[in-house]
């Protein structure tokens, strides 16, 4: 990209005043979102007001609009729901109340609102803004305002923030909260998962969702249930037969429980509520199973929020004070949403006409009309389901006498498991026979490698580490062996889940393809690594369970912190030479700073941020919390940092450490990365049985050009394979990361929330885009 960059230093908020409010349902990550658009309008010298209660708020005006600072925001992003509260408000409906809600804005001098709340909250405020200037003239007529005022409040500039944990609003692939309702909902199915098994129970989980089945559908997904009902896609006729026949199948197969996920507003083809007791008499009645209800209900709200949902409200946030202060009069009310990993801004009404088609849809009984409208991310996962969840009988498989390997290198990472499960599955469906290799490519070598079947992957979606065993040795010293091994079992093509020794591994056996013909077969790798440091992909299997526990660890140390005043913590992450997990980290749990190895510093760096912490202990937050890469630097140390900023420190602070260690690689994996390793692993199945056919001749599989060997990454907004040999110029081999970093653009965001002076290229945002109606094909192509 050639562009000049752009930098929001010409942007000044000066003279400007911003209200922000959260209104509708409560959702985890609003605190965050309200935090940034304080802490950025600060910073953009605006000034800003917390409007307590939502419309209602603003509509008895007094003290529930009111300025706020720097510090009014200290200390919530790691708390749930909305600390400025919010509340249905019929008054805010009626004109009357419109009129006394601008009022009392105009008393204040605010015309710039950021909304953060659900479909319902956002039309009401596009509403507010096409009536403004006829409420200010109406306010003048009666005498309330003078003309004046008409003139210098002239337009109102409205942008919105979704935060809803339903995901139901079409434009944004993720809305605030939506991530940590789901963290709530498999925690408590893992949970359930243990008892039921000691019982052979059937649990029914009724979970939100009343018009839309996203959270059903991904818990589903990322807990392998049995079956999973969604207002989306109705079950077919004679789906109580169906269902009973695959529950007493699974049980037949050894399995001794079986999880059904029912949404709240699941129907049946002819609109009927299919209600989770429903299914719960069938079983009984039918099979005669003990089955329980389990109904979720407020708890998905409640809790603390996701790291993945602090970083979305951030970021969400700060490009809405951005959007705010571009707005000019003509500007259409927008919404500031996800695609990808890249923050758009997309406009109100159409993303809300959007998610009301969806609705119609479903009304009028165009099912797959809905899904469709709900786009290719959730179209992606119900197709992900149907392939994963049902194992169509032997005689209807086809038969491609293939036999493909699976094998995890590097070091454990958590989701390896669920990629290795969807990748085994994918296998059987496809025709192929699926053999897992134990203990990487050193097991590969001495032959520990055996046939795995559909039932042997059950369960694993859960489970953390990686049960089929990893190494980081690398295949070169055992090129030979492999080979045979390769020969012996005529493996046809090879799946790698791994971190950078997979890459690295993938690089050493196309190159020994001149020798040895068992290597000229399509080998794909999956990217799984805590570090998220391979090239080629922005995201990789198990960073996000790494990111959320490096979070749950620094809200704890910020709460004993907060209990002893005046100290600060130094934490070190892992990562390798690659900052990622530092500087999200830091960016998640609200650090003052992460020194990571791909943004030198030196002691002139250092002494400003105890100068920094110094300042800021005079202040009301009387804490600390600095975020260190364990390879940032190799003078530089833990140690050094520490000692250095106890000794600068004495008599204002002082200071302790926290090594994170292995805990980061641990843990079950969050529900984004069963999610994604599940989508993923998947789609890199359905190549190798793409490629095999392409390079079947003559009785054989032969492929020896670049393109059979890929990676397949996340890239922006796509996934994409890419042939690992052209990844070699991309790739940093001395301290093994990727040499350009998308989240490295984020860093700024973390200084200025931070109360850092920094500059921040806004290159990418402020375009308003359009909502893209996703055709069938592109489903298949691109998003995960």
């Known amino acids: 990209m050639d ?118 909250s956002l039309t009401g405020a596009n509403l507010f803004r096409e009536e403004w200037s006829g409420l200010l003239e109406e306010l003048a007529q009666k005498g309330k305002i003078d003309e004046e005022a008409v003139k210098k409040y002239a337009y109102l500039n409205i942008v919105g923030m ?27 199915v893992d949970a359930i998962m243990t008892t039921a098994q000691s019982h052979q129970r059937t649990f029914v989980l009724e979970v939100m969702g009343r018009h839309c089945g996203y959270l059903a559908l991904v818990s589903a997904l ?51 509520p299919i209600t989770s007791e429903k299914v719960k008499d069938l079983v009984v009645q039918r099979l005669g199973f003990d089955t329980r209800v389990t109904i979720l209900g407020h708890v998905q709200r409640g809790g ?23 707005g000019t009069p003509d500007t259409p009310a927008c919404v500031v949403s996800l695609s990808g990993n890249q923050a758009v801004r997309l406009p109100l009404m159409e993303c809300v006409q959007m998610t009301q088609e969806v609705q119609k849809a479903m009304d009028e009984g165009r099912f797959v009309e809905a899904v469709r409208l709900r786009g290719r991310s959730f179209e992606n996962n119900l197709n992900t389901y149907k392939l994963l969840s049902q194992k169509k009988p032997d005689a209807e498989l086809p038969k491609t006498n293939f036999n493909v390997a699976v094998l995890n290198v590097g070091a454990p990472a958590a989701g390896m498991n669920a990629a290795v499960r969807a990748a085994v599955r994918v296998g059987i469906t496809e025709g192929h026979k699926m053999f897992a290799v134990i203990d990487g490519f050193e097991g590969f070598s001495r032959g520990k490698i055996k046939e795995i079947s559909w039932g042997d992957v059950g369960g694993w979606t859960g489970q953390g580490g990686s049960i089929l065993g990893t190494k980081r040795t690398l295949p070169a010293k055992y090129l030979e062996k492999i080979a045979d091994q390769m020969r012996t079992n005529n493996i046809n093509a090879l799946m790698v ?27 794909v790798m999956v990217p799984a690594t805590v570090s998220n440091n391979v090239p080629g992909s922005d995201f990789s299997i198990g960073a996000d369970t790494a990111l959320n526990t490096i979070t749950d660890t620094c809200d704890r140390i910020k709460q004993s912190a907060s209990g002893t005043k005046r100290r600060v913590f130094i934490i070190e992450t892992m990562g390798g030479y690659c900052g990622y997990l530092a500087n999200m980290g830091a960016l998640a749990a609200g650090a003052d700073a992460a020194y990571i190895f791909e943004e030198q510093f030196d002691i002139r760096e250092l002494q400003a941020n105890v100068e920094h912490l110094t300042e800021k202990m005079k202040t009301s937050i009387q804490r600390g919390l600095v975020l260190r890469n364990e390879n940032c630097n190799e003078n530089y140390t833990t140690d050094f940092i520490y000692q250095l900023y106890s000794e600068e420190g004495k008599g204002v602070f002082d200071c302790r450490k926290n090594v994170l260690g292995h805990m980061q690689q641990g843990g079950a994996p969050s529900p984004f990365d069963r999610n994604f390793g599940t989508k993923i692993s998947a789609k890199a199945m359905q190549w190798i049985s793409k490629k095999l056919k392409e390079t079947y001749r003559k009785g054989k599989v032969f492929a020896n050009t670049d393109d059979s060997v890929c ?47 920094t500059s921040y290229d806004v290159s990418d945002s402020g375009q308003l885009e359009h909502v893209a109606m996703h055709s069938p094909k592109e489903a298949e192509t691109g998003a995960i």
């Open 3 to 120: 562009h000049q960059p752009k930098f929001f230093e010409n942007l000044s908020g000066t003279g400007k005043a911003i209200g922000v409010l959260t209104s509708g349902g409560d959702a985890q990550g609003m605190n965050a979102a309200v935090r940034a658009v304080v802490r950025m309008g600060i910073y953009v010298k605006a000034k800003v007001y917390f409007v307590y209660e939502g419309y209602q708020g603003m509509v008895d005006g007094g003290d529930n609009i009111v300025e706020v600072s720097w510090e009014s925001v200290s200390s919530i992003l790691q708390v749930g729901g909305t600390v400025i509260g919010s509340a249905r408000c019929k008054s805010f409906r009626t004109r009357e109340g419109r009129l006394q809600a601008a009022y009392n804005l105009v008393q204040r001098g605010i015309t710039n609102l950021c909304v953060i709340g659900g479909d319902g």
């Open 162 to 188: 979704v935060g809803s944990i339903d995901n139901d609003f079409c434009g944004t692939d993720m809305t605030i909260g939506t991530d940590s309702a789901l963290h709530r909902i498999i925690e408590v």
């Open 222 to 272: 990322a807990c392998g249930a049995d079956w999973v009902f969604i207002p989306e896609y109705p079950p077919e006729e004679g789906w109580e037969d169906s269902m009973c026949v695959k529950l007493s199948e699974n049980r037949a197969r050894k399995k001794r429980l079986n999880i059904i996920i029912v949404a709240e507003g699941a129907i049946d083809c002819h609109n009927k």
């Open 304 to 326: 603390t929020p996701s790291a993945f949902d602090r970083i979305l409200a951030s970021r969400m946030g700060v490009e809405a004070v951005l959007a705010l202060l571009e």
């Open 497 to 523: 889940i791994g971190g950078f020794e997979a890459y690295l591994g993938l690089l050493e056996l196309s190159a020994a393809r001149e020798k040895y013909d068992e290597f000229c077969v399509p080998m």
């Open 711 to 757: 990676l397949l990454g996340m890239r922006r907004r796509n996934l994409v394979f890419q042939p690992v040999a052209e990844l070699k110029n991309e790739t940093d081999f001395v301290h093994r990361i990727p040499m350009e970093q998308w989240w490295l653009k984020l860093r700024p965001l973390m200084k200025i929330l931070a109360k850092y002076k």
